[in-house]
Each structure stands twice: as structure tokens, then as C-alpha cells.
């Protein structure tokens, strides 16, 4: 749990609460009456990189902080229990699985994505009625893709998607997944269709008909897709189990506040019997879960091998996250479905969770895969 951190990440959350109480909320308030979300957008950043926050997700090769797993944790979390907007900029975006990138690639895709000059995408899932996963043929010193992502955040905006490809066999038999940059101007590339999710994020469904793209746009080597693609998610899912469990605290402060007000029946709510059993399970489940996210955090920081016990972490943060942030909504009444209330808006949030990076039962099947087929994990 949090109350066990070394004196450094203790520096740090005081630090970022800090950072939430005297910049955050301000401009939060400005984004309330009005004010220009570019303009606040910038003030953010402009703040957070002063604070040393900004860059903590950027490798000290690009001048970033390049902190580990438990601090970005504290931050995600404290930062997520303000239930804040703007609390979105406080981060650059992370390189990404281009972090590993060497030669043309670094230059051209990573160097400019870390300098904000190129902005990146993940293409990942297909759409239901692909005949066959997006596939390339090999053709001298270009590779030829053919396939549709279904769901690219950010896709209609990016430069480039890194996707994950199915790349067949040449003649020496050379084949295999790969991650790979393709830019989203080429030839064959069409954005089919834009959309926008629940929490207010926006995607793309993106299409390659035999697009052209060269040998060097392959991040590692052939056959290391999956891997590749799925190191980077482990991350993600850390950081999306942070978030959950900050929205599950701001929740959980939201109820105590209103069940200790006076009510119309004459009796806070909190004086009754079934509204306390409701608040100990929010609780108890809170404790569990951030007990998790801790020891997982650790864990990656240890350096072992914590690809079951992040997906662990992910599954039941964000499933506590909604439960809670549901009872949260039964608890307070109606209002809090109304638009723009701030559990209706977290509602949305932590409902898109249980997808991203994973749905919650493809997770228990690698689960349990991770020890029935490899029997790996120590949980
Ligand atoms: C906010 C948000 C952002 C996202 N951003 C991206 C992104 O940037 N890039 C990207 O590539 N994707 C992104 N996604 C997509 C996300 O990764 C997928 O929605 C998720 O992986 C589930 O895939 P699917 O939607 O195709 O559902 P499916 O794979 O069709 O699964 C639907 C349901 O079917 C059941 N199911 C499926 N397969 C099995 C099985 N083998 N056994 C048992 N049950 C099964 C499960 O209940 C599952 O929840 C995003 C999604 C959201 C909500």
C-alpha cells in the first residue's frame, strides 16, 4: 500500500498533491466557466514540466525522468483521485512500443514522436468480420499490407499507427508477427470510419489495401510481434489499474461526504444500517484492490516476470473501479446520472477500462493459460 514508500516517492506524493491543489484545480475551474482548452491545455503542460512531472514517462535518453513502475504509480493514482479533465496533459505521451527502436526508425518515428513533432498510434484489434488477421507479403526491401485495426485511438490525427502484422513466409522461410510503422498518408491507407467512445476518447477504423512500407518500418525482427506489442500493454495496464484505483477513491470520498449530509428523510444516510454495509463493501474492495495495484508495482520493479500479475491487477482494479463507482451512483440518487455530473462522467470512464488494453475475460483466459500451458506467475 501506499503508507510503505520509501522517503523519495513520499517527496513525490506530496509533491504531485501539491501540483493537483495549486495548478490542476485552478484551471479546472477555468475549464468550468468557459476558458480556451487549448490554452489551459498548455498551461498544464507548462506547469508540469516545470514540477518535473511531464517527463516522467520519457527515457532519460530524451531528457525525460524515467522513473519506475511505483512512482509513476503514486502519480497516476493521486492525479486520478482529483477526477480532474485536465489532469489528461499532465504526462508527454511515452514512446511507446517504438521505446526499443534503433538506426531510420529512431530517427525518423521516435525521435520526432518524443520531440511532439509526429504523434503515434496502436493498431491491435480487428474488426469481427476479417476474413484474416492483417497480413503482409515480403517483397524485396518492402513489405506489402493488407487488413483493417478497428479500433486506433488517436487514428484519425496520428502520423503513423505501429500495427501489428502477420508477415509470410519468404523463400528462406522468414516470417512472423511484427509491429510495424506504417504512416498514415501512404498510398492504401483510408480511415474508414471516426468514432468516439463513452469516456470521450477518440478512434479510428483504419483500412490497408497492399500498402507499400519499408523493411526498416519493422520494429525488431520478424516473428516478435506479439511480444513486442504485449511488453508495451503490461505497462499500460499498470497505468490503467493506477487510474481505476484513483477514480475508486475519489468515489469512495464523494459518498462518505454526501451520506454524512443531511438528508430529506430527516436521517443522513449514513445512520442506516444497509447504506453502511453498501459503504464497507466500497471500501473493503478499495483496499484489496490498491493492496494489488502496490504489490504488482513492486513487483515490475523488481524485474521479474509480472506479465499474470498485471493482467491480475488489471481485471480486478478496473471491475472494482466500476463496481464501486456504481454503488457510488445508487447511493447518491439520480442526480448523478445527469449529464456532467462528476460520477456520471467517471461512470463512463471506468466502463471503458474493462476493453482497453484487454477485455476482462480474455485476461482470465491468459490467466489461467499463464498456468495451465506455462506455468508461470507466483500470485
Ligand atoms: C477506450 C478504448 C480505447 C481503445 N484503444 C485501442 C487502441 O488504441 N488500439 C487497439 O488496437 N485497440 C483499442 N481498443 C480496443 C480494445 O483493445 C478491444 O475492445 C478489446 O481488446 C476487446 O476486443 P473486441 O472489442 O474486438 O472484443 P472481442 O474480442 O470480440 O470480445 C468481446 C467479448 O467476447 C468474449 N470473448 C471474446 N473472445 C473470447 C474467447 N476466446 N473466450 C471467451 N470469451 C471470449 C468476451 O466476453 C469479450 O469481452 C480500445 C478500446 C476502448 C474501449
Redesign the pocket.
Known amino acids: 500500500m501506499p503508507e510503505m514508500l520509501p522517503e523519495p516517492l513520499v517527496a513525490l506524493r506530496e509533491k504531485t498533491e501539491a501540483f493537483v491543489r495549486d495548478v490542476l484545480v485552478p484551471v479546472e475551474e477555468k475549464l468550468a466557466s468557459g476558458a480556451n482548452w487549448h490554452d489551459l491545455r498548455d498551461r498544464v503542460v507548462a506547469a508540469s514540466t516545470e514540477a518535473g512531472l511531464f517527463t516522467m514517462t520519457h527515457p532519460k535518453s530524451y531528457s525525460g525522468v524515467e522513473v519506475g513502475a511505483l512512482a509513476l504509480t503514486v502519480v497516476r493514482e493521486i492525479l486520478a483521485a482529483a477526477n480532474l479533465r485536465v489532469a489528461s496533459h499532465v504526462f508527454a505521451p511515452g514512446p511507446g512500443v517504438l521505446g526499443t527502436a534503433t538506426g531510420a526508425l529512431r530517427e525518423h518515428y521516435l525521435d520526432p514522436l518524443m520531440r511532439g513533432e509526429k504523434q503515434g498510434?496502436?493498431?491491435?484489434?480487428?474488426p469481427?468480420d476479417a476474413p484474416r488477421p492483417t497480413w503482409a507479403t515480403q517483397d524485396g526491401d518492402e513489405i506489402v499490407v493488407t487488413g483493417r485495426?478497428?479500433?486506433?485511438?488517436?487514428?484519425a490525427e496520428a502520423d503513423f499507427v505501429s500495427a501489428l502484422v502477420s508477415i509470410e513466409p519468404d523463400a528462406e522461410g522468414q516470417g512472423g508477427k511484427a509491429m510495424v510503422v506504417i504512416d498514415l498518408d501512404a498510398p492504401g491507407v483510408t480511415i474508414e470510419r471516426k468514432f468516439r467512445?463513452i469516456?470521450g476518447?477518440e478512434?479510428a477504423a483504419i483500412r490497408f489495401e497492399e500498402v507499400r512500407v519499408p523493411r526498416w518500418h519493422v520494429i525488431g525482427n520478424l516473428g516478435e510481434g506479439m511480444p513486442r506489442a504485449l511488453g508495451n500493454i503490461s505497462a499500460v495496464r499498470l497505468a490503467l489499474s493506477a487510474t481505476a484505483c484513483g477514480c475508486m477513491q475519489w468515489a469512495i470520498a464523494y459518498v462518505t461526504e454526501h451520506i454524512q449530509s443531511p438528508h430529506r428523510s430527516g436521517i443522513p444516510l449514513g445512520n442506516r444500517e444497509g447504506v453502511r454495509l453498501r459503504y464497507a463493501d466500497m471500501r473493503i474492495e478499495a483496499y484489496a484492490a490498491r493492496s494489488m495495484l502496490y504489490r504488482s508495482a513492486r513487483l515490475v520493479e523488481s524485474g521479474e516476470n509480472d506479465v499474470n500479475e498485471v493482467m491480475c491487477t488489471k481485471v480486478y482494479c478496473t471491475e472494482v473501479a466500476g463496481r464501486i463507482v456504481d454503488a457510488a451512483i445508487q447511493l447518491v440518487g439520480g442526480n448523478a446520472l445527469t449529464e456532467g455530473h462528476p460520477l456520471e462522467r467517471m461512470y463512463r470512464e471506468v466502463r471503458?477500462m474493462r476493453?482497453?488494453?484487454?477485455?476482462?475475460?480474455?485476461l482470465r483466459?491468459n490467466i489461467a493459460k499463464g498456468k495451465l500451458d506455462l506455468n508461470k506467475g507466483i500470485l
Open positions: 498510434s496502436f493498431g491491435f484489434t480487428e469481427d485495426k478497428s479500433f486506433v485511438t488517436g487514428g467512445s469516456e476518447g478512434h471503458s476493453f482497453a488494453e484487454g477485455a476482462s475475460d480474455i483466459l
